[in-house]
């Protein structure tokens, strides 16, 4: 399974972006898949996820102004990502499991990660 995020970068609070993440490896019926964000000296933090059902939970911080979707075509999940804020910078990761979690966001319940796309957010 190979994850591999793109599409950050830095922008002006206010500004959006959208971040990508190709999926290989991982087709499943059954999946959860999620976007995480760690910034320095925090801990990695759950900000939006999507089970194979389409239910979809976002952390409140988030809540508003990110939206996760997921093309079953392409194989690739996005975060799009609007009214940024200065708090929003961080290294942003996807993460899929092949069990249906109904809306978890914690780090650990997920397997596969990639390798992370960095957002910053400043003036």
């Known amino acids: 399974v190979q994850l591999m995020e793109s599409g950050g970068g830095s922008v002006q609070p206010g500004g959006s972006l959208r971040l990508s993440c190709a999926i290989s490896?991982?087709?499943?019926?059954?999946?959860?898949m999620g976007w995480f964000r760690q910034a320095p000296g925090e801990e990695r933090e759950g900000v939006a996820m999507?089970?194979?059902?389409?239910?979809?939970t976002y952390a409140d911080s988030v809540k508003g102004r990110f939206t996760i979707s997921k093309d079953n075509a392409e194989n690739t999940l996005y975060l799009q990502m609007v009214s940024l804020k200065p708090e929003d910078t961080a290294m942003y990761y996807c993460?899929?499991?092949?069990?249906?979690?109904?809306?978890?966001?914690?780090?650990?319940?997920?397997?596969?990660w990639g390798q992370g796309t960095q957002v910053t957010v400043s003036s």
């Open positions: 999507i089970n194979s059902s389409g239910r979809t």
């Open positions: 993460a899929v499991d092949p069990r249906q979690w109904p809306d978890y966001l914690s780090p650990q319940k997920y397997t596969y």
């Open positions: 490896g991982f087709r499943r019926s059954s999946y959860s």
